[in-house]
């Protein structure tokens, strides 16, 4: 009995020595469990679905190219139409025209604010492009990707029209292919 | 007439001459494909995902390339530009991201996971060998003097 007594506390003793500190065994714990935090986080992150139809739309603020600085929330009792674009996207170039004349009918009126937000472009390309459809609403470039990143965009052309609440009222995914079109999303908004 | 004519021809080949410098040193400050893509092998298009730029077939990234030879040109270096790109674009469109913020984990962490990994390593090992030398001395000469030994050894004559 004594025998079995004399090898347990050998055995112990050894698994000590042999066992890392417990200083070591807390810190590695503590740098893994830190270590899936952040990555849960960068998940959930990475996952969280775009503004939803209703959704109050976060404060945001485009300079433009030629030296405005339009803020989102200085246009509050306004229809805002939101529309992503770039010089390279042939499907953008579709509703270039489309996008001006709207822009035009609503002008005067002054309650439609159209705000154009170059995606992932070069300037000179882009003020190329502006010069080329005569587009005359403001439009300024996406400035690390801050606008884009808030909408969680796709692709170019998409377009978002936030309504006088300031919430997200209706999307469109792809170009407009009438005048009417865009007209009547607006329409339904005033 | 005849020295009016070569003044002329003189004065024709000293304009070409002058037209011939003036189009080599405008070729000799636009960068070359090499020197445009040393730069955009280290920026990423954000429409194209992983794939470096200076690989990318898009007219997008073919535009980002246009404005790297502009920028070149312009005399603006590899580092200039890079930080141009990441204020436009964001650190995103970086090969590299930049050592700062939660980014430093990036630099950090994989160091410290390699070291203490090797630490870890080196304790087992160094831990394993004294167990090995013990266990084959005891295999070669097993205590004499233990009970059990002797009385396993006198059970098995007995049964004999």
């Known amino acids: 009995m004594e025998k079995t007594v004399d090898n347990t506390a050998i055995s112990e003793s050894e698994n000590r020595a042999r066992g890392l500190p417990a200083w070591i065994i807390v810190a590695a714990f503590a740098i893994l469990v830190g270590f899936l935090a952040l990555i849960a986080w960068g998940l959930n992150r990475a996952q969280q679905p775009p503004i939803q139809v209703g959704d109050r739309v976060p404060p945001f603020t485009l300079s433009t190219f030629d030296g405005q600085q339009i803020k989102l929330d200085d246009l509050d009792g306004k229809i805002v139409v939101v529309n992503f674009w770039a010089s390279w996207c042939k499907p953008c170039e579709q509703e270039a025209a489309e996008m001006e004349q709207v822009w035009l009918n609503n002008q005067a009126e002054g309650q439609v604010v159209f705000l154009g937000v170059d995606w992932v472009d070069t300037e000179p390309e882009a003020k190329r492009y502006l010069q080329q459809f005569q587009i005359t609403y403001p439009n300024g470039p996406d400035l690390r990707t801050s606008i884009s990143q808030l909408f969680r965009i796709k692709g170019v052309p998409e377009t978002y029209f936030i309504g006088k609440d300031g919430r997200l009222a209706d999307f469109k995914i792809g170009p407009f292919t009438s005048v009417a079109e865009l007209q009547g999303m607006i329409n339904r908004l005033k | ?160």
Do not use: H
Not at chain 2, 5 to 12: F, V
Not at chain 2, 16 to 38: F, Y
């Open chain 2, 1 to 160: 007439m005849k020295s009016r004519r070569t003044k002329i021809a003189l004065m024709l080949a000293l304009l070409a001459i002058a037209v011939s410098a003036v189009t080599g040193l405008a070729q000799s400050n636009q960068p070359s494909d090499d020197e445009v893509n040393a730069v955009a092998k280290e920026l990423y298009c954000p429409v194209c995902e992983n794939i470096p730029l200076d690989v990318c077939p898009t007219q997008a990234c073919a535009q980002w390339r246009d404005l790297i030879r502009q920028k070149l040109s312009e005399g603006w270096n590899k580092e200039q530009i890079k930080q141009y790109f990441a204020a436009q674009y964001g650190d995103r469109v970086l090969a590299e991201p930049p050592r700062e913020g939660l980014n430093w984990l990036v630099y950090i962490l994989p160091p410290i996971f390699f070291l203490g990994g090797v630490f870890l390593v080196y304790r087992v090992l160094s831990n394993r060998k004294p167990l090995a030398k013990a266990s084959t001395v005891d295999a070669a000469s097993p205590a004499p003097d233990d009970p059990y030994l002797k009385r396993l050894e006198e059970e098995l004559k007995s049964r004999k």
